[in-house]
DNA sequence: CGACTTAGGGTCTACATGACTATAACTCAC
DNA sequence: GTGAGTTATAGTCATGTAGACCCTAAGTCG
């Protein structure tokens, strides 16, 4: 599939189509308990790139959709479940593979590490800090910067961060996600404030027993759980 | 990464590629003299949807870039250069089309009818309001619907409202274009006030002469002339 | 019990926004 | 030439929101 062909070949040729997903989790670091932002990478185990890491994906599926051909690749790669899916970009400069052209349809997706997901590595998988994801093969180091920099953009207008929360969660770890995201220390009072007047939040009657503090009450999400309409957007 | 069918088999799978574009332009209603958004349409002259009109579009090159082929697209269509120029988004959906599976990356464009481009029709191109196209060929009703949603956006947050402008331009002549594209009217006064502070908004000396009434001045745009890099989203 | 830490509520100020009023500068009808 | 009409431009006032900051509540831990 990757025979080296010379420049009317190639120009012959029709792009190939490839679907690439960029994942992100969120993980706290052990020392300073703050949270950052992690992402499942893949070695590549064939040229060109042979040995760097990339970023899941893989053909499309003749008799799928881009976004369940993003799912699968997300599956496979993760064994978890997305709480939110989303059409990135499609990136199709020609000079993204050396032997062939390729279009990328890039997705990127929030996923919640409850079980084992996040540890389920292998020789061939494994999760890197967002921050220290560099070098990697083909434009894939551009294609993540783009991804977070609408991962930042997304969260201050949208709802996207509970996405990285189960269906509980306290304002201090609603507010964790925003400052992992955003990079950024916010006022615990403001934020309260803020999301205490937000419409698609809801406080329970529960609060959180076990910590060393004051118990936190728990809120849940009551908007749509799926960003994106089934059909591409509407 | 994925056990990979033979070449003939991937090719005979393998959906096609397509460009579209949404071509944006204002024009004022003579009656009215209200500024309405339109696009140009191409009739299709061949199966399927012999004789609806559809997006301008195409194939992609085999050695152009996703962007130039949309901008190519636009100037066969229109003979007018972009002042903007975004991909919106990359389309998908398993019955596109009946024959075959078709992925199509539309991009969306800004134009000035400077010149007589948007005179410039025939038998097969031809100008419609926006809120007026409807019963599109494939599934372009959608993308229309999509594209002026995205420029709706756009517009509140960013710079795209210049582009439907020449470089000197009345504060009048601007809130018209958000008029048009938010579809409400806007208090003239408090316009004014936002955009005197506004940063890429400059005073000239000028004014336009030849109105019926106070003659306003005129103001220029020093933002960045592009929105996108040129190698994709940075 | 007191120290400590997080939860949660409040105040004050600065600033942006929407509704509205007032004045300036021009054309046109007469 | 004068006044009516229209748009340009400035200012005012009330409201809402965001950031900085302070205070109290309710737990744990020594």
Redesign the interface.
């Known amino acids: 599939?990757h025979s080296s062909a010379n420049v009317t070949e190639?120009?012959?040729?029709?792009?190939?189509?490839a679907i690439s997903i960029v994942i992100f989790a969120l993980r706290s670091d052990p020392s300073s308990g703050r949270q950052e932002i992690w992402l499942p990478l893949?070695r590549?185990?064939?040229q060109p790139h042979l040995g760097k890491w990339a970023l899941p994906?893989?053909?499309?599926?003749?008799?799928?959709?881009?976004q369940d051909a993003a799912a699968r690749n997300l599956r496979e790669t993760t064994d978890l479940e997305p709480t939110y899916l989303e059409?990135l970009?499609?990136?199709?400069?020609?000079d993204r593979a050396a032997t062939q052209?390729v279009?990328s349809?890039v997705y990127w997706a929030l996923v919640r590490p409850d079980q084992a997901g996040l540890a389920r590595e292998s020789e061939n998988v494994r999760w890197f800090r967002a921050s220290e994801a560099a070098g990697l093969a083909f434009d894939h180091d551009?294609i993540v910067?783009?991804a977070l920099?609408r991962l930042r953009g997304k969260i201050e207008y949208g709802s996207v961060a509970y996405h990285f929360l189960g269906d509980r969660f306290t304002l201090s770890q609603l507010r964790g996600v925003y400052e992992a995201v955003l990079g950024r220390h916010l006022d615990p009072a403001n934020f309260r404030r803020q999301f205490r007047s937000a419409k698609d939040i809801a406080a329970t009657e529960e609060v959180l027993q076990g910590g060393r503090n004051r118990p936190p009450r728990l809120y849940r999400y009551t908007g749509s759980p799926v960003a994106e309409p089934p059909?591409?957007?509407?």
Chains 1, 2 share one sequence.
């Open positions: 599939m190639r120009q012959a040729q029709a792009p190939a189509l893949v590549r185990v064939r994906g893989g053909p499309l599926g003749g008799s799928e959709s881009l059409q970009y499609a990136f199709g400069g020609l052209r279009v349809i551009e910067a783009y920099q059909s591409g957007p509407a």
